[in-house]
């Protein structure tokens, strides 16, 4: 590990705080009941998603470019979308020029609200990492000011406001759980807790297809992932910085990983019990707690980072919740090529007082019987154990029955 890296202090994080409290909307912790009873635990929840732009992002943009001379007048960046929006909206706040380098496939809304805010938006390669060089290439070509999504201690620092902010709001936590990508907010969050409150252990958690962090310290440097895969597009990210590598050795207790099953489980129920529409990167920390990744029974504080998502790709993550938390049930099921044999499969489904989402009769294409059909069934259900009572059932009336993933 470098030690040649100079660490941000309180100092610093307090100052940033300080020209942002014009700025920044209040984004309290909140305690839900219902989590805690499913995470047998205090649950609280610091709700970032409602901060200006949807994400924490403009905390650290605002931060960096307010601090800027009236010499810059163009700041460019690059993002998947909440980086890009805090940089657009701070860059025109401090009136200057902005260019945004985003993915090819960033989330529609993202662009769209990054060219609200008054960037200039430049689409093109697959994932974030691969627009930094082209962002730090034309900064460099037209003398404007390059703003990395998280690799400067202003940055850090701007996200570290955060953490004074869980201070002073949940002054019983045990545990803060952090969203994961290049590290900024992680080491700013971490500083600032371990300096006011070096009681509370901090845990990074991460995508399971984009665990860069998690990699790189143990091995004591930044490993560069060869390819990243996650529903969690605002957190996947191929290599930490050395700046935000270091942060997380001194401050961090433990770093998690999440399936994409578990943060599209989280994504639902958040949706449905507490009635918040957050991003998949913004919901980690809390599917490490319902996935029982987190022990303990002490107060654990979830950082609900963004909340800027497509409403098409939140119709599909959607599905894939209600799948991963039992709510689907998708059956092939052979029977006879005769008539009423469907109708006998559909009847002893409306015994079992179960809803039909979708039917697909075939024969062509179907690996049967010359005499038999396929029946693909989609049926809601009330969660895993009901989906194996349904299986049961339905085998026990004399059905072939096979689940579909």
Known sequence: MRTDVQLVSLAEIEAARAGLRSVLHPT????SSTLSALCD???????EHRQRTGSFKIRGAHHLISN??????????ASAGNHAQGVALAATLAGKRSTIFMPAFAPLPKVQATRHYGAETVLGHEVVDDCLADAQAYAASVGAEYVPPFDDARIIAGQG?????LAEEAPEAEIVLVPVGGGGLLAGVAVALKALRPDVRIIGVEAAGAAAMAASLAR???QVL?????IADGIAVKSPSPLTLAHAAAFVDEMVTVTDAEIARALVLLLERSKMVVEPAGVVGLAALLAGKVPGAGPAVAILSGGNVDPLVLSR???HGLTATGRYLRLRIVVPDRPGALARVTSEVARLGLNVLSVQHQREGSVVGVDEVEVLLTLETRDPEHRLEVVDTL????????LVD
Do not use: D, N, S
């Open 68 to 77: 800027l001379g009236p010499e810059v007048t163009h700041v460019v960046a």
């Open 161 to 165: 406001t955060l953490g004074l902010e």
């Open 220 to 222: 004591g440097t930044p």
């Open 317 to 319: 993550l959607i599905e």
């Open 28 to 31: 309290p912790v909140e305690r």
């Open 226 to 230: 060869e390819a990243v895969r996650t």
């Open 395 to 402: 085998r026990a009336a004399g059905f072939q029955v096979e």
């Open 41 to 47: 635990r205090p649950v609280l929840l610091k709700t």
